[in-house]
Every structure is written in structure tokens, then in C-alpha cells.
């Protein structure tokens, strides 16, 4: 199996937000992501008059919303909000590959991988995850305050999905 680490420039140096901060940014994220799309609560998905589909979640003054338009192929973001201010934010864009159609478990396995990411590593799953003949690498430089990734999807060893993504702390 190939993984793809991305390569990108140098990541920004003046970090703002103290290593405390961050940290409970990171399990903020990770508890709104395990109860969002990843959850696999169907009813929660609310669909757009534009077209999009959209999971919220509210919890401690932090309002979460996860936004994305499109199928097999499909763009989005995550948006983090603390009191009206928006904190944190990443984009997405990802795709089943050219030529071949994800398995119908697909889905579960992929948000059985979401569910899995860390404090650490808070924007989407695991490094590695395996399930079955599934196989998650997810690959990333930064951290919850600026960063950029990877998540790859194999099926019997053959990639059927990837998906990029970026972001970071939002400061004034």
C-alpha cells in the first residue's frame, strides 16, 4: 500500500494559544466529532436548501457544525464556535477513486475510523486503523492549531477513497 504524506511549507511559528488551550481544543473537537457524522446518526444529518447536508452539535458554550456538499465526490468544513466567535475551523475535500465503487460497508467502517481520533491528532482518524479487509492511513504534519493531511481508504489492498484536508485556530 502507497501512503501519501503531504508535503507543505513551513508551518507558521507564532502560536498564539498556550499548550493548555490547546489541548482542551483538541478534546472539545474530538468529543463533537465522535457525536457528529461520525456517530453514524443518520437523523441528526439535516439537509440544506443549497444542497449541502450539515451535523451540529452544542455542548459548554461550543457549538459544532460539520457542512458538506456533493457524493462520491465531496467538499466541506468543520467549523468550531465558542460563543459566537468562530475558533477553529478545517476544510475537506475527498473521493471514492476514479473506477471504482466503495463496498455498500463502506461508510460504517469509515465513521468507525472518525471515531477514533485522538487529542493528539484531533482532525480526523487514527494513523492507522484496520477492520476486516479495510485498511484507514491517515497521514498529517502540524497541529490542532495548523495543519494539513491525508486520509487514504484501502479495501483488499486496492485505495478506494481519499481525502484531503487543512486548517487550524482561528485568532483576531
Not at 24 to 36: E, M, N
Not at 92 to 115: C, E
Amino acid at each position: 500500500m502507497a501512503c501519501l504524506l503531504m508535503s507543505v511549507g513551513a508551518l507558521a511559528q507564532d502560536k498564539v494559544v498556550p499548550p493548555e488551550d490547546s489541548a482542551a481544543l483538541a478534546r472539545i473537537l474530538v468529543d463533537a466529532k465522535a457525536r457528529g457524522y461520525a456517530s453514524g446518526n443518520e437523523s441528526q444529518i439535516r439537509r440544506l436548501p443549497d444542497g449541502g447536508r450539515e451535523v451540529r452539535s452544542e455542548r459548554d458554550g461550543y457549538v459544532y457544525q460539520d457542512r458538506w456538499y456533493g457524493g462520491e465526490r465531496f467538499t466541506g468544513q468543520e467549523v468550531l464556535w465558542h460563543q459566537g466567535r468562530a475558533v477553529w475551523s478545517m476544510t475537506f475535500y475527498g473521493a471514492t477513486t476514479p473506477g471504482r465503487k466503495a463496498p455498500a460497508d463502506f461508510p460504517a467502517f469509515h465513521k468507525s475510523a472518525l471515531r477514533r481520533a485522538s487529542i493528539d491528532a484531533p482532525f480526523r482518524g487514527p494513523a492507522l486503523y484496520r477492520e476486516g479487509e479495510y485498511t484507514y492511513l491517515n497521514t498529517w504534519v502540524g497541529s490542532v492549531e495548523e495543519f494539513s493531511g491525508v486520509e487514504r481508504v484501502f479495501f483488499r489492498d486496492e485505495e478506494v477513497f481519499h481525502l484531503t484536508y487543512q486548517g487550524g485556530s482561528l485568532h483576531e
